[in-house]
């Protein structure tokens, strides 16, 4: 196979298997990452999130949120970046109900919707999650699914995931578990997503100015 030819084909792949350009900047302090910890006192389980285009239905990106002895969110090769939201090695910490709505509603746009599939799991498997999400580091450009497929296959009733470079296939294998809820969400949200982002960050800044000058006045 020639170089023009083993380019093309390197090109297609990453084109097809979706997942952004990874946008991980310096991670966080281990200091900064234990004091975003958030531990939500729901059941243990496992989220898959797949991003998928609303024009040609391919799937644009992957990640997994994990709760449990804390939630975060596994985001391989993501996108979605908070100054408010840790991060260290592709895993985002403190998820609360707020950073979880956003982070949801943030993918779902004009031109994307977000398939939402959980699942309830024991407390030994949402924390060996947890661990293998730790131990990837930051994911490759493209590797969305597949490191998520490569560390859900490592989980006890999760033998059944194999590997892919497709979201829309991981969410697919994911359906067939038994136990799983599958829902979808769509908005009608300008395609760039830096403009949540900025009014996220304005809304935190103006609700800690807030708690700050009550707490003064105390």
């Known amino acids: 196979m020639g170089l023009r030819a083993i380019v093309l084909a390197v090109f297609a792949a990453v084109t097809l298997a979706g997942c952004a350009a990874n946008t ?3 991670d966080s302090t281990p200091e900064e990452v234990a004091a975003a910890t958030y531990r939500h006192d729901g059941p243990p389980s496992l989220t898959l999130y797949t991003m998928i285009n609303n024009r040609s239905g391919s799937g644009a990106h992957t990640s997994l949120l994990i709760n449990a002895s804390q939630r ?8 979605v970046r908070l100054k408010a ?3 260290m090695g592709d ?3 403190g998820i609360t109900p707020r950073v979880k709505d956003f982070y949801e509603r943030a993918h779902a746009r004009k031109t994307y919707h977000v398939r939402i599939q959980s699942i309830p799991v024991s407390a030994e498997v949402a924390e060996r999650a947890l661990r293998l999400a730790q131990q990837s580091g930051p994911v490759a450009s493209a590797r969305c699914a597949a490191s998520t497929s490569a560390l859900l296959q490592q989980l006890p009733g999760f033998e059944s995931i194999s590997d892919t470079w497709y979201p829309n296939k991981l969410a697919d294998q994911f359906a067939t578990l038994p136990g799983v809820s599958d829902r ?3 908005e009608d949200d300008a395609d760039d997503k830096a403009i949540a982002i900025a009014q996220f960050e304005a809304e935190q800044r103006s609700t800690s100015e807030g708690a ?3 707490q003064g006045n105390q």
């Open 24 to 26: 991980s900047g310096v």
């Open 72 to 79: 975060v969110v596994f985001d391989p090769a993501g996108s």
């Open 85 to 87: 939201v840790p991060e």
């Open 91 to 93: 895993v985002l910490y």
């Open 184 to 186: 979808k969400l769509y």
């Open 212 to 214: 700050g000058r009550t």
